[in-house]
């Protein structure tokens, strides 16, 4: 089945630097990666996402990059503010068991 | 966005009882829903997807007797945890695939359980 790694575990940026988290996945049939936000406690929080006939994504301060080759993907947050503290996870989708599979999780802190 | 509900948000029960989660779709139809556990500090894992009138498909390591799951309409998929123990104290929640070939996945708001 579909596993997802990604790095790092724990990410401390100063306000205003930008941010990058790396996932990788086994499945070359996945073809949908969200990307979520989670606060403690609550839902995760989807802020944004690329299907695999994309390269690269962007949002604002948020983008995504896919290389299928490669079977990776990656968040960039750029101008980090202290409110994009929280833990991130990115996950997988699609394949031939369609589950969404997610990634251990990045705890951002973003220092003022 | 489209809305899945999740209740209850937290639950408190006793070591043996039984507890069920409801997680419903409120404006779209779910063919699948997906149930997920998640410790602390910890990332969400797959327990089962659910599929409207058929039988759960379990990951490995869930145990399908201990964790009951009904998903008997398309807006509406239960998760009962019998026989609770404290070791199942944990934060679980539910997600639904918009339509049939759709890959916009909702989440619900989550359920606290603690079995004192």
């Known amino acids: 089945g579909e596993n997802v790694e990604?790095?790092?575990?724990?990410?401390?940026?100063q306000e205003g630097d930008s941010a990058v988290?790396?996932?990788?996945?086994?499945?070359?049939?996945?073809?949908?990666?969200?990307?979520?936000?989670?606060?403690?406690?609550?839902?995760?929080?989807?802020?944004?996402?690329?299907?695999s006939n994309v390269g690269e994504k962007k949002d604002q301060r948020i983008a995504v990059t896919l290389n299928k080759t490669a079977k990776h993907f990656s968040l960039h947050i750029t101008e980090t503010?202290?409110?994009d503290s929280a833990v991130y996870f990115c996950a997988a989708y699609g394949g031939a068991t369609n589950k969404l599979i997610f990634g251990t999780g990045t705890l951002l802190a973003v220092q003022p | 966005?489209?809305?899945?509900?999740?209740?209850?948000?937290?639950?408190?029960?006793k070591s043996g009882t039984s507890v069920k989660i409801e997680c419903r779709s409120l404006d779209f139809q779910?063919?699948?829903?997906f149930w997920y556990r998640q410790f602390p500090k910890q990332s969400l894992m797959l327990m089962a997807t659910s599929n409207e009138g058929s039988k759960a498909t379990y990951e490995q390591g869930v145990e399908k007797d201990k964790f009951l799951i009904n998903h008997a309409s398309l807006t509406l998929s239960t998760l009962t945890v019998t026989s609770a123990h404290p070791e199942d104290s944990s934060f679980y929640i539910c997600s639904a695939r918009q339509g049939a070939s759709g890959n916009t996945i909702y989440f619900g708001e989550g359920s606290w359980l603690t079995v004192v």
């Open chain 1, 6 to 13: 990604q790095h790092p575990s724990t990410l401390s940026v």
């Open chain 1, 21 to 51: 988290i790396k996932c990788t996945y086994s499945d070359s049939a996945s073809n949908y990666f969200p990307w979520y936000k989670q606060e403690l406690g609550k839902r995760p929080q989807l802020i944004i996402d690329i299907r």
């Open chain 2, 30 to 33: 779910a063919t699948t829903m």
């Open chain 1, 81 to 83: 503010q202290p409110e």
């Open chain 2, 1 to 13: 966005g489209a809305v899945v509900s999740q209740h209850p948000s937290r639950v408190i029960c």
